[in-house]
């Protein structure tokens, strides 16, 4: 393709993105489309090893998280000693008794598994993509008081410092992007994501998570900067900048059916941590019946950002059989499932 | 309460008279147009004109991607002169790609009002402030009915607003506290019955969104430029927040309860 070729195909799936958001719609990816060994920098990625990902039950917000959390980040080795740890939960929206948003229980108890593991500072930062009142949304979706309880701050990441990251990956022309000092200047980042379906990208897990890294007040509301760009390449540089060491995705409810914000609850009663979020989304992805491989940012963040072969993740905890639910899509990704 | 609102911006302000989205935060556009609005203030209007760009813009450029959704505020906030003529002008030659309409998200493509940033389509609070520095300075730009015409397209179902989608696959969006104000901030006398709708909508909005900072700010200046009388228990939980929660320090809601609560509303009054 050319450059005037591949220019075209970007515009016209940034136009679908920009609206439908859709960029899965289209049977094909602007990725296989260039066919180029240059969409990363090879020196910026260095060829992902083995994974370590755990699967732990879990069937409620309110008894005993804390040794739940220590357990599954003792797991998969999460190395936080002295360590300045930033968690990134996905708190978009609020809707009373809509499981929008990773449970504010769990974010709390992973801020004490973490300082029981020794981090010296435990941050939690958000930029919701939909609203812009943040106050709103942490107050009533009742995180603040969950991270008040354990003496937690909490930063909000649309109006936080910025410094300018150059992009190693080039999915999208952004070329750049403007990232907060507080995730930045963290030792450790742990995307924390709700285990939902996404009626633009099929789901949204660890990788997608990181939308909320980028500030609405430089990009807009509801990130729209980024759909324009290109929905799943969005995904991807967005993700290969911010770079999750760890990733902990809250499945105990998850979301299924027209996810993020107007899907319907499912007990999947699960916590999925991991020491690379692509390995993490991959069995997450699994665990929502999805075929990860059929998930294109998914599988082309395997490429480069982080392990996708099963045989290369080692797995703690349940076999995935055992907890693995059939999550409802709409009718667009019908075809990521097996 | 406007004292107490307004000296949170001023000890906001940074060494080069800007003001950041949070104190210590380097200045930047909407933060420093929205706090010259609130305390009339010289040295934001300086900060403004030294960062406006050749185009008229006053933006986050960053790169590839180009914020330039507070040139209309910052026109407001320079007041006369060459610096807000061509804010305006800018304004006036840069609207939104029009939004291509599809099943799964409806749209009225024959209207654009304004976007976030440079070259994308438009959403409820660019085109809300694009229509009020228009209809403040230039009230005959044919941009103005455009920008209505957005606000009405992507009404809520039962009138309000929220970012900007009305419906997606079929499922009706709700609408906000924050974005009905901001559209009501700017329509002041275009729409009989959208603002009525805007405004009984607002008026349940605001109450079960008391614990945000910017809504109410927003609330409380959308309802006293609407002379409705429940401007004055926006206000008066407004206050309360306040005092509770300092508004975490976020410069564009303390600017915004400032803006609501003193002479600043003023500056946004649309004579009609």
Redesign the interface.
């Known amino acids: 393709m050319d450059v005037m070729d591949r220019r075209a195909f970007l515009r016209r799936s940034a136009?679908?993105a920009?609206?439908?958001?859709?960029a899965a719609l289209f049977g094909e990816h602007l990725w296989q489309q260039r066919g180029t060994p240059e969409l990363w920098d090879a020196a910026a990625f260095v060829p992902p090893g083995t994974a370590r990902v755990a699967v732990l039950s879990a069937t409620s917000y309110d008894n005993g998280l804390e040794d739940l959390v220590d357990r599954g980040l003792r797991a998969i080795g999460a190395d936080v000693g002295g360590a300045r740890v930033v968690l990134k939960p996905n708190l978009v929206e609020f809707?009373a008794g809509t499981p929008i948003n990773t449970d504010p229980r769990l974010v709390a108890a992973t801020v004490i598994a973490l300082r029981r593991l020794g981090a010296v500072d435990v941050l939690v930062g958000e930029g919701p993509g939909?609203?812009?009142?943040?106050?709103?949304?942490v107050?009533?979706s009742g995180l603040l008081e969950a991270l008040d309880a354990v003496d937690a701050t909490f930063v909000?990441l649309?109006?936080?410092?910025v410094k300018?990251v150059p992009l190693r990956s080039r999915y999208?022309?952004?070329?750049?992007?403007?990232l907060p000092r507080t995730i930045t200047d963290a030792d450790v980042v742990i995307s924390m994501p709700k285990m939902k379906t996404h009626?633009w990208a099929g789901l949204t897990l660890s990788l997608k998570n990181c939308f909320g890294c980028v500030p609405g007040?430089?990009?807009?509301?509801?990130k729209?900067?980024l759909h324009?760009?290109g929905l799943e390449q969005s995904i991807l540089d967005v993700a290969a900048a911010v770079r999750p060491d760890y990733a902990i995705v809250d499945g105990i409810v998850g979301m299924e059916g027209?996810g993020p914000?107007?899907g319907t609850p499912i007990e999947a009663n699960v916590l999925v941590f991991g020491d690379d979020p692509v390995a993490t989304d991959t069995v997450a992805a699994r665990l929502m019946g999805f075929d990860p491989e059929k998930v294109p940012y998914l599988a082309e963040a395997a490429r480069f950002l982080g392990q996708g072969d099963m045989d290369k993740i080692r797995l703690e905890g349940e076999s995935l059989g055992s907890v693995t639910r059939d999550f409802a899509v709409?009718p667009p990704f019908r075809s990521m499932k097996p | 309460m406007w004292g107490a609102f307004a000296a949170r911006v001023c000890a906001a302000r940074n060494d080069d008279g800007g003001f950041g989205p949070r104190p210590s935060v380097s200045s930047e556009p909407e933060s420093t147009a929205l706090a010259t609005i609130a305390l009339d203030d010289t040295d934001g209007r300086a900060w403004l004109e030294a960062h406006q760009a050749n185009d008229g813009s006053v933006s986050f450029d960053a790169a590839a991607v180009v914020n330039d959704a507070s040139t209309a505020l910052a026109a407001v906030a320079l007041g006369k002169g060459a610096a807000h003529d061509r804010a305006l002008e800018h304004l006036m030659s840069s609207p939104a790609r029009s939004a291509p309409s599809t099943a799964s998200v409806p749209h009225d493509e024959s209207v654009r009002g304004w976007a976030w940033t440079e070259g994308t389509f438009g959403w409820v609070e660019p085109t809300s402030r694009g229509i009020l520095a228009l209809r403040l300075f230039r009230p005959d730009a044919p941009a103005i009915p455009d920008g209505v015409g957005l606000l009405r397209d992507r009404e809520s179902v039962g009138g309000g607003w929220n970012y900007g989608n009305r419906t997606v696959y079929d499922e009706d969006l709700p609408p906000y506290a924050q974005t009905t104000a901001a559209a009501l901030i700017a329509l002041q006398g275009l729409d009989v019955e959208l603002e009525a709708r805007g405004v009984a909508a607002l008026r349940g909005l605001w109450r079960t969104e008391r614990e945000g900072g910017l809504s109410l700010a927003q609330t409380t200046a959308a309802l006293r430029l609407h002379r409705d009388a429940d401007a004055d228990r926006a206000q008066e939980a407004l206050f309360d927040l306040f005092d509770r929660t300092g508004l975490r320090d976020d410069v564009v809601a303390l600017a915004w309860a400032a803006i609501a609560t003193g002479p600043g509303l003023a500056r946004l009054e649309v004579s009609v």
Not at chain 1, 130 to 137: K, P
Not at chain 1, 172 to 178: K, P, V
Not at chain 1, 217 to 222: D, S
């Open positions: 136009i679908a920009g609206t439908v958001g859709a809707d939909h609203r812009r009142d943040t106050q709103y949304v107050v009533r909000d649309n109006t936080d410092a300018r999208t022309e952004l070329g750049a992007l403007w009626h007040r430089i990009y807009g509301w509801p729209n900067a324009w760009a027209n914000i107007s709409l």
